[in-house]
């Protein structure tokens, strides 16, 4: 085989290779991506149901600051 025929293929393996390189870091790159979004999902929904949680006592006790006519007590009482 000529020399130039022998470094193209050895120019091209090593392209091959360092493509190859660089999708096995994006793969585990979008790995660790998605486990991160997959996470902040589950907070974000732990979130939300406290956030529900505490709505549902502010409304509670808002319930419980009035009186049966509507009039809403001072807040000392």
């Known amino acids: 085989m000529p020399k130039e025929s022998t470094q193209s293929i050895e120019d091209l393996t090593h392209q091959i290779v360092e493509l190859e390189t660089k999708v096995t870091f994006q793969d585990h790159l979008i790995e660790e991506l998605n486990q991160a979004l997959i996470e902040q999902q589950g907070d974000l929904k732990?979130?939300?149901?406290?956030?529900?949680?505490?709505?549902?006592?502010?409304?509670?006790?808002?319930?419980?600051?009035?009186?049966?006519?509507?009039v809403e007590l001072p807040p000392h009482y």
């Open 46 to 70: 732990k979130l939300a149901r406290i956030v529900e949680n505490i709505v549902s006592q502010v409304e509670q006790i808002g319930d419980g600051n009035q009186t049966g006519n509507g």
